[in-house]
C-alpha cells in the first residue's frame, strides 16, 4: 500500500492523525506547485491551506476512492486559476474606473445616497463577528493580526471571517456595487 492510500484508509476509519498526516505529506508540494502558478507565495500560502481547510469541512475524503496525488494537486490548481482569473477581472475593472473616473466628474445624487444606504444596511446583516472583523478591517483599517490581537483569536479567524463577509457581500450586494467596495478596499492598500 502507498503512502496515499495508507492516508486515505486512515481518515476513513476517521484515525486521529491522519488529517495531520495528510497535511505533513502534501503541503510543502502544493505550496510549490501554487507558488509555480501564481508566483505570489502568501496568495499560494493562503490557497493551499484554505484548500485543507474545505477538505476538513467537507469531509470528502472520508469516501474518496481515486488517485489523491492527482485529486489534492488539482484542487489547488483549479483554487489558484480561479484567484488568477478573479484577480484579472478586478484588475481590469479597476482600470476601467481609474479611466472613467479621469474623465468624469461624479456628484453625488440621490442614487447614489441610495446605494451607500444598501451599502450599510447588507453590512448590518452579517453576523455579528464577521461584521465586527469587517468593519475593523475596512473603517479602521487594521490589518489582520492588528485584529487578531485586538480580540484574542487566530488570524487565520480573521481571514475566515473577512472571507466569509466578502462572500455574503458579493451575494447580496448587486455586482456593480460590490466591486466597487472592493476598489475601494484594494485602493487603501
Keep these: 500500500m502507498n503512502p496515499s492510500e495508507s492516508i486515505l484508509d486512515l481518515l476513513k476509519k476517521d484515525e486521529s ?6 497535511f505533513d505529506r502534501y503541503y510543502d508540494n502544493l505550496l510549490l506547485y501554487c ?36 485529486f489534492i494537486f ?3 490548481k483549479n483554487q489558484a486559476f480561479l ?3 478573479e484577480y484579472k477581472k478586478r484588475h481590469n475593472m479597476q482600470v476601467s474606473f481609474s479611466q472613467e473616473s479621469e474623465t468624469t466628474h461624479y456628484d453625488i445624487t440621490d442614487e447614489s445616497t441610495k446605494e451607500i444606504e444598501l451599502l450599510y444596511q447588507t453590512i448590518d446583516k452579517l453576523p455579528e463577528k464577521c461584521r465586527q472583523v469587517f468593519l475593523m478591517a475596512c473603517l479602521n483599517d487594521k490589518t489582520y493580526q492588528e485584529i487578531a490581537d485586538e480580540l484574542g483569536t487566530s488570524i487565520n479567524t480573521v481571514k475566515t471571517q473577512m472571507k466569509t463577509a466578502l462572500k455574503f457581500l458579493r451575494e447580496n450586494l448587486q455586482e456593480e456595487l460590490f466591486f466597487t467596495l472592493l476598489l475601494f478596499l484594494t485602493e487603501k492598500d
Design 83 to 85: 484567484f488568477l482569473r
Design 17 to 22: 492523525g491522519a488529517f495531520r498526516l495528510l
Design 35 to 70: 507558488y509555480h502558478i501564481l508566483d505570489d507565495l502568501e496568495t499560494a500560502e493562503d490557497i493551499v491551506q484554505d484548500c485543507f481547510v474545505n477538505l476538513w469541512n467537507s469531509k470528502r475524503l472520508h469516501s474518496f476512492s481515486g488517485d489523491l496525488d492527482r
Design 74 to 76: 488539482k484542487m489547488v
